[in-house]
T-cell receptor, first 113, second 114 residues
Framework: DSGVTQTPKHLITATGQRVTLRCSPR?????VYWYQQSLDQGLQFLIH???????AKGNILERFSAQQFPDLHSELNLSSLELGDSALYFC????????????FGPGTRLTVL | GENVEQHPSTLSVQEGDSAVIKCTYS??????FPWYKQELGKGPQLIID?????GEKKDQRIAVTLNKTAKHFSLHITETQPEDSAVYFC?????????????FGKGTHLIIQP
């Protein structure tokens, strides 16, 4: 168990809808990273938040957004969903004491029908 | 941006034998190279990492080597066991500032034959 929690575990929705994925980092970690894992694209970095501020963006679509709250949990919002957004979404956390090591949560499996 | 290539995509070895997975990266500024193990239905688990000021690192049956000149790094697993069966991912990042996410290879499905 990495100490990173993600909810929900599974999410099934329809095209055009909007969903919110939630992540709680390990206790004391200030950084949260979001990744998407799909069969064709593999594991791709989406966005990084540090202590409430956006630090870096990867291959994140404009329809996707994220935020990190004062209690350090983070939410990934996916809107105008398309079939191709079906994937596993992971968050990872990292703290100042663990240099660059990123510890991944169990993921949310999103299915868009 | 960074590009990480990983080979092979599938590796089948006999229990007790060694397994080697290789990765190359493109960005000479990358200086942090972790390896993750992912079991079915779970998130990636960090198993070992190496930084660019080190050529080799070992942790029990697992070792990682890094050749900065050639821009490649490898994972070595000795005395393989059934519980080593999983998908393994290499990754790279430029850890300066700690902002960047990891760039992952496509993964290697390691199968340990009993």
């Amino acid at each position: 168990d990495s100490g990173v929690t993600q909810t929900p575990k599974h999410l099934i929705t329809a095209t055009g809808q909007r969903v919110t994925l939630r992540c709680s980092p390990r206790s004391g970690d200030l950084s949260v990273y979001w990744y998407q894992q799909s069969l064709d694209q593999g594991l791709q970095f989406l966005i990084h938040y540090y202590n409430g501020e956006e630090r870096a963006k990867g291959n994140i679509l404009e329809r996707f957004s994220a935020q990190q709250f004062p209690d350090l949990h983070s939410e990934l919002n996916l809107s105008s969903l398309e079939l191709g957004d079906s994937a596993l979404y992971f968050c990872a956390s990292n703290g100042a004491s663990s240099y660059n090591e990123q510890f991944f949560g169990p993921g949310t499996r999103l299915t868009v029908l | 941006g960074e590009n990480v290539e990983q080979h092979p995509s599938t590796l089948s070895v006999q229990e007790g034998d060694s397994a080697v997975i290789k990765c190359t990266y493109s960005d000479s500024a990358s200086n942090y190279f972790p390896w993750y193990k992912q079991e079915l239905g779970k998130g990636p688990q960090l198993i070992i990492d190496i930084r660019s000021n080190v050529g080799e690192k070992k942790d029990q049956r697992i070792a990682v080597t890094l050749n900065k000149t050639a821009k490649h790094f490898s994972l070595h697993i000795t005395e393989t066991q059934p519980e080593d069966s999983a998908v393994y991912f290499c990754a790279a990042s430029n850890s300066g500032g700690g902002a960047d996410g990891l760039t992952f290879g496509k993964g290697t499905h390691l199968i340990i034959q009993p």
